[in-house]
């Protein structure tokens, strides 16, 4: 059977994915899925940098603005929402661009990863996020790093989220996660795909993080993060892990003065953006876009993306100004 097609915009944060993206959907007749683990909540626009309504261009974007922010969302919760909106945009007979910087979400929707070894109740996540709370992250870390060293390295002692996902896999299946996963990305995708990570020298991306975050903050950050606490949202919850939003937290707590959290929010999203890349660059079957390669100029770069799809991908030519 024909392999139905798909494409993957990723990069890391503040490298420009949106725009391109756009132009992109519009170019091809696409619709974007987003493969972003904050812009799925409701009321969380300013610190995810949300794609504003008029930013879309009549694209029709999917897992944006659909879930409160009071439900989890994991990997398991994304790949399964985003099947559901690639049936119905292969229905329309559209093309599916997955935009976004989470790489493991890509990476589980791409090569139809299994996780179903890791149902079951969650007595066992509610174990280990209380351990979190009362022992710190650090000390849950050094939990994974005993049974599986190698997700240990990969996944940062912060993000609580994916090292409570690993444990319980591990205490489940008694198989390191790691091993797991690597055995699914053997598989071949079920997708005629491209997979385009777009990348920019290291000190302009850090330099477009640091406005990103003024910018932000000029937008109304603090106002943000100060509704979803009055609506009754802890940092214990996933969406409150989110870059921007526990930083802001802990200032509206009194944790720490307003100019440590700016601080904190730019240099933990810089660390985030180099995690990205370091992901990436070990993932297989992935083409490069360098903007600086391309002189910064967004009709190159989608020549570019074009010319790489050609043979893997059919597609119409839309560039004569239809939405979809």
């Known amino acids: 059977m024909k392999k139905k097609p798909l ?36 009321g969380m626009d ?17 897992l944006v603005d659909v879930l409160e922010p009071y439900e989890e969302f994991h990997v398991v919760r994304f790949q399964k929402m985003a099947k559901e909106a690639l049936e119905k945009i292969y229905a329309k007979g559209h093309i599916p661009i997955v935009v976004g910087g989470t790489g493991f979400y890509i990476q589980a929707l ?7 070894e890791n149902k079951g109740d969650d007595s066992c996540r509610q174990e280990l996020l209380a351990f979190a709370r009362e022992h710190g992250e650090e000390a849950l870390h050094e939990k994974l790093r005993q049974v599986d060293p190698v997700s240990a390295r990969e996944i940062h002692f912060r993000n609580v ?4 996902r690993a444990l319980e ?29 777009l990348n920019d020298d290291r000190e302009k991306l850090y330099e477009r993080i640091d406005r990103r975050v003024d910018e932000m903050m000029e937008e109304g950050l603090e106002r943000e993060v100060r509704s979803l606490k009055n609506r009754g949202f802890t940092k214990n919850m996933v969406s409150m892990q989110g870059l921007g939003y526990k930083e802001m937290l802990d200032y509206l707590d009194g944790e720490c003065p307003l100019e440590e959290a700016v601080y904190r929010i730019k240099r933990d999203t810089r660390h985030f953006a180099k995690r990205q890349i370091t992901w990436f ?10 903007k600086g390669a391309h002189g910064y100029d967004e009709e190159k770069l989608l020549s570019t993306m074009l010319t790489y799809m050609e043979g893997v991908i059919c597609y119409r030519d839309y560039s004569g100004g239809q939405n979809f």
Request: charged fraction near 30%.
């Open 7 to 42: 494409i993957v915009l990723t990069g890391p944060t503040a490298a420009g994915k949106t725009k391109l993206s756009i132009r992109l959907a519009k170019k091809i007749g696409g619709e974007i899925i987003s493969a972003d683990s904050m812009q799925v909540y409701k």
């Open 46 to 62: 300013i610190g995810s940098a949300k794609i504003k309504t008029e930013e879309m261009e009549g694209i029709c974007h999917h």
């Open 110 to 116: 791409l090569y139809d990863i299994d996780f179903t």
């Open 161 to 164: 989220k994916r090292v409570v």
């Open 169 to 197: 896999f591990y205490r489940q299946s008694g198989i390191p996660i790691s091993v797991h996963n690597e055995r699914e990305r053997a598989k071949t995708s079920p997708y005629a795909f491209c997979y385009f990570v």
């Open 281 to 290: 660059k070990r993932e297989r079957d992935v083409i490069w876009l360098d």
